[in-house]
């Protein structure tokens, strides 16, 4: 069974471009998390999709990141523009359904590492 | 706010020898789940073992178990036999509602 996976792997863009992370979930995981490490700190959750859904979307920096599950299958976030603190490493995670408040293993994806000069 | 916290932000320890990382983490909540992930040299994050809250033994897995103090919100994870491939950064995470909060990791090197 395929991982989680992401694209690109590395990311090297200057201050003000755009650049778009892809995440693919394993299939049938309906829950899909997006969360950022900036360098040696904690990794902080970004946002949760339920299928197309935006569960939980509090840990988005700023208006500047844009996250999009069409159709429930991948996700991609956006940054436009992006500013040197976006440098980080950016993780996808997904899992199946969960039971009420019951927890479902995350499978993490290798993450994208994004570096804005 | 719910936070975790790992203090030691490198270890390092020889191979067969046990080392022990710690993770602290505070929560209003009651319900939750604890975890230690993995995450190898240019490799994906893993999970390595997981404790829910409401159980008051201490989780196991192989070479790896936990000591969950819930009362000191305390979760250290004990690598015994430490191997080379137990090389990684180590991050605890906590799970108290709909999001995972993660500590800001801990680098351990396993020595030959």
């Known amino acids: 069974e395929a991982g989680v996976t992401q694209f690109p792997s590395h990311s090297v863009i200057e201050k003000g471009q755009t650049v778009t992370l892809r995440c693919d979930p394993i299939?049938?995981?309906?829950?899909l998390y997006w969360y950022r490490r900036v360098m040696g700190k904690e990794i902080k959750f970004l946002l949760h999709?339920?299928?197309?859904?935006?569960?939980?979307e509090s840990g988005m920096p700023n208006n500047r990141f844009l996250a999009e599950r069409t159709g429930g299958t991948y996700s991609t976030l956006k940054v436009q523009p992006a500013e040197l603190e976006d440098s980080g490493v950016y993780f996808c995670?997904?899992?199946?359904?969960?039971?009420?408040?019951?927890?479902?293993?995350?499978?993490f994806g290798p993450g994208t590492r994004l570096t804005v000069l | 706010a719910q936070t975790v916290t790992q203090s030691q932000p490198e270890m390092s320890v020889q191979e067969a020898e046990t080392v022990t990382l710690s993770c602290t983490y505070d929560?209003?909540?009651?319900?939750?789940?604890l975890f230690w992930y993995k995450q190898p040299p240019s490799r994906q994050m893993i999970l390595v073992i997981r404790?829910?809250?409401?159980?008051?033994q201490n989780a196991t897995e192989n070479r790896f178990s936990v000591n969950f103090q819930k009362a000191a919100k305390s979760f250290s994870l004990k690598i015994s036999d430490s191997q080379l491939g137990d090389t990684a950064m180590y991050f605890c995470?906590?799970?108290?509602?709909?999001?995972?909060?993660f500590g800001a990791g801990t680098r351990l090197t396993v020595k030959p």
């Open positions: 995670a997904s899992s199946q359904e969960g039971l009420g408040s019951s927890y479902n293993e995350q499978f």
């Open positions: 299939s049938g995981h309906d829950n």
């Open positions: 999709f339920v299928k197309e859904s935006k569960q939980d």
């Open positions: 929560t209003s909540e009651n319900n939750y789940y």
């Open positions: 404790q829910e809250a409401y159980k008051q």
């Open positions: 995470a906590f799970f108290p509602l709909n999001d995972m909060r």
